[in-house]
């Protein structure tokens, strides 16, 4: 998955845009985008869309552990089988247990926005098989911190992508982009981020969905040197567990067939969305 897109949830005239727009998943935003008066409005009108619509993955960002709205927020999208919540200011692993426990049948992504958060991402990321991802809330996890710029996070970057992979989720996604008019600092973010272990990025504007998947993308090199090394270990019938020597004298190991793997299967996951 490369590419999520918020939209307001008490902007149901937005709903079938946002889908159309082509992300991978759609994330109905109850929490940041909604004002304390529109709350109940907004939530009744996401659940009733994403019930009459199926139109592939949606997930619903409910408002925060501890907060007035959550309760209703988590008692109103209970009626959606298997629905994906989106929990925003995640610190602990009861934070995840309390959801599930109204909402059995939810997956989780958890979004760590607080230094606390981020010292436990690795507890709340194993909290339960129902827990599919964690992310950064970048805009409170830099205030929080006290740090200048989006620089100031690579290493709170590095620390969740470990997490993440620590916990068998595999590469998470990063955190939002707020300038939307800004595509080269969004496009060279991005290519920190993919340095730094991530695949891809949450948008808040369907422009911003291209680029992303743009920068996401394996280049033709890297294509090149996955196929090449797959098509050796297949010739040399060794698997993922030998060690061979590729044509040009290189020695590969299992670490680097298991990453050319993950070119390869994420190449045909781009082409395959692409149409």
Known sequence: MLTALYVPANRPDRFAKAVAAGPDV??????????????????GWAVAWIAANAAGPVEVRVNAPG???????????????????????????ADVH???????SARITALIESPLGLEKAFEIATADPRVVAITLGEADLQSSLGVDGPDGLAWARGRLVSASRAAGLGAPMMSV??????????RRTCLEGRALGFVGRTAIHPRQLAAIVESFTPSAVQVAEAEALLAAVEKAGVADGGVIVLPDGRMADPAMVGRAREVATLMREIEARQG
């Open 26 to 43: 759609v994330v109905f935003d109850l929490e940041d985008a909604v004002p304390v008066g529109d709350k109940a409005d907004a939530r």
């Open 67 to 93: 907060t007035p709205w959550i309760e209703d927020d988590l008692a109103a999208v209970a009626a959606v089988p298997r629905i994906r919540i989106r929990l925003p200011k995640v610190e602990s692993a």
């Open 98 to 104: 309390a959801v599930l426990e109204q909402v059995p």
């Open 177 to 186: 982009y707020p300038h939307v008019n800004d595509e080269d600092g969004l």
